[in-house]
C-alpha cells in the first residue's frame, strides 16, 4: 500500500512531541531494543510493535512458549499505541446500535459488546499480571451530549446498554453531571458508562515490550520490514539488516500499513489523522472555575467527535479529528482550530498555555467494524486492524486472540459475528481520501444540525 499522507507522518527519525513522550525520556534504556541484525528463523512474525503487536507476542511467548520476533520499523509504542489519548474505553465500530443488530443480530451485539468488556477488563489484567505501571485513572466512560437534542439519542443508548450489553450506566442531567465534577457550555447532560478508565499509553506500551522480552519474545526496533516474499512454506521478511525467515506471520502495522505489507492488506485500510493537544497543569482555582474534577474520559456526541480528559497531574488532554494530509502547515492550522474549540468548550482555560501538540495514524475499514482473522488467500498470515480509534482495548483483545488463533486454542468461529468478519475490500481503495473528505463534509453538517 502506498502512504496516504505527508511523509513527516512515517518519519520514525522526528521526535513524536506527545506529552507522554516527554515524561518517558527518564525510561529511555527501555525503548532500546537492538536492530535485527543477522538472517534468523522463528515460528511467528511479527509487523509492528503497537499494542496489536506486542500482546499478541507476549501472549504466544508467555502463555505458549512460542518463538516469536517482533519487526518494528521506529521504537516499540512509536505508533499510535504510544501517542492516543489513552482512553481504554468500548467502542471498535463506528456503527450505531440499531446497525449493529440489523447486521448481526441481537444475540451477536450481545457478544460483542462482552467481548468489548473483556477487552478493558484484560488491559488491567495484563498491567496487574505484568507489573506494569499504567497510571489508571477514572470510573467508566462519559458520553456528553453536545446538543439538548442528543439527550434522546443518549437515553436509547441507556436502555440498549442495560438491556443488551448488561453494562452498568446511568443518564446524568447538566445538574447531574455538574455534581459528578464536569461542566461545559456546550455539553447538555450525559451518559455514564461503568466500564473503560484512563491510561497512560506509552507506559503501557513500554511495559508490553518489556514484559514480552523478558518473557522469550525477540524484538527487533528499528528495523522496517522493506518487502516479504514467499519461499515454500516460509515467509521471508526482508529487512537492511537480514532477513527473517517465519512460518507465520502477524500484521499488526494499522494505520501505518504501508511498504513491506502486502498492498492487498494495505488497500483494505484507511488511515485517518487524529490531534491532541494538552495544557500545561491546571490550578485547582482554575479547576474550580470551570466546574471540572472528574479524571474519567469523556467524549460527545459529535459526529466528528471531541475527546478529553484530565490527566494525573491536571493538565487538559483534548482530542479531535486531524485533517486529509498531515504537512506541518495543516498540523499548525488544526492547532489553532483546536485552541479555539477548547476555549469556547471551557471558557476558563481560553488563555491557559499549550504544552505539547501531536497527532498520529488511528485506521477504520469499508464495513465500519473492527478486523481480526487470517488472510483466506493464505491462511498462515494473521491481522489484527481497524480499531476505528478504540484500539487501546480492542488492540489488546485482538493480539491475544490472534496469539490464541496461531496455536489453535480458539477458532474464529469462537468470536462474535462482529470480529469474525473478514476484510473487506474498499470499492476503488484509491479513492479513499475522497470517502473520507466527504464522510467529514456531511458529519459536519450533520454536528451542525439541532
Ligand atoms: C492521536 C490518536 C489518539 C487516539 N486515541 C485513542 C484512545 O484514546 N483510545 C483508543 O482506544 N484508541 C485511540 N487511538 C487509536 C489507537 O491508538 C490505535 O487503534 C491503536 O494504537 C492501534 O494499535 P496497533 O498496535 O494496531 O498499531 P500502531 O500502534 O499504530 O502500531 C503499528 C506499528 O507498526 C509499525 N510498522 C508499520 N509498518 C512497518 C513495517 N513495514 N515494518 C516494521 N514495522 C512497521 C509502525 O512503526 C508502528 O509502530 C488513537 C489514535 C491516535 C492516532
Known sequence: MSRLYHPILYDRSLPVRSYWESLATRQSDELDYPPFSQSQTCEVAIIGAGITGLTAALHLARDFGTNAYILEAGRPGWGASGRNGGFCCVGAANLSNQQLIKRFGRAETARYYQEQRQAVDWVRQLATDEAIEIDAQGDGTLVVAHRSSRLAE??????????????????????????????????????????????????????????????????????????????????????????????????????????????????????????????????????????????????????????????????????????????????????????????????????????????????????????????????????????HGSGVATGTWSGRAIAHLVTGKEQVADWSAVARQPLPRFLLPGLRKGYLRLGYAVGEVKDRMV
Not at 171 to 182: E, I, N, T, V, Y
Not at 293 to 300: A, R, V
Request: glycine share 10%.
Open 154 to 387: 443518549l437515553e436509547g443508548e441507556q436502555e440498549f446498554l442495560t438491556a443488551i450489553a448488561h453494562y452498568p450506566c446511568q443518564l446524568w442531567s447538566q445538574a447531574a453531571l455538574a455534581d459528578h465534577g464536569f461542566r461545559s457550555p456546550e455539553v447538555y447532560g450525559a451518559l455514564h458508562i461503568g466500564v473503560g478508565f484512563g491510561l497512560n499509553p506509552l507506559r503501557y506500551c513500554q511495559g508490553l515490550a518489556r514484559a514480552a522480552v523478558q518473557r522469550g519474545a525477540t524484538l527487533c526496533a528499528r528495523s522496517p520490514v522493506a518487502a516479504w516474499e514467499k519461499d515454500g512454506d516460509w515467509h521471508l521478511l526482508h529487512t537492511s539488516g537480514g532477513t527473517l525467515r517465519a512460518k507465520r506471520v502477524v500484521i499488526a502495522t494499522n494505520g501505518y500499513t504501508a511498504d513491506g505489507v502486502p498492498s492487498d492488506v494495505g488497500d483494505r485500510l484507511l488511515p485517518v489523522i487524529s490531534n491532541i493537544v494538552t495544557t500545561r497543569p491546571l490550578t485547582p482555582t482554575e479547576l474550580e472555575a470551570q466546574g471540572w474534577q472528574t479524571e474519567t474520559p469523556i467524549y460527545d456526541t459529535r459526529h466528528l467527535l471531541f475527546y478529553y480528559r484530565l490527566l494525573q497531574d491536571n493538565r487538559l488532554l483534548f482530542g479531535s479529528r486531524g485533517g486529509t494530509w498531515g504537512s506541518e502547515q495543516e498540523g499548525d492550522r488544526y492547532r489553532r482550530w483546536m485552541v479555539r474549540r477548547l476555549g469556547e468548550m471551557f471558557p476558563a482555560w481560553q488563555a491557559v498555555e499549550i504544552t505539547h501538540c501531536w497527532n498520529g495514524l488511528a485506521c477504520v475499514s469499508a464495513d465500519r467494524t473492527f478486523h481480526v482473522g487470517q488472510l483466506a488467500a493464505d491462511p498462515t498470515v494473521y491481522y489484527g486492524l481497524a480499531y
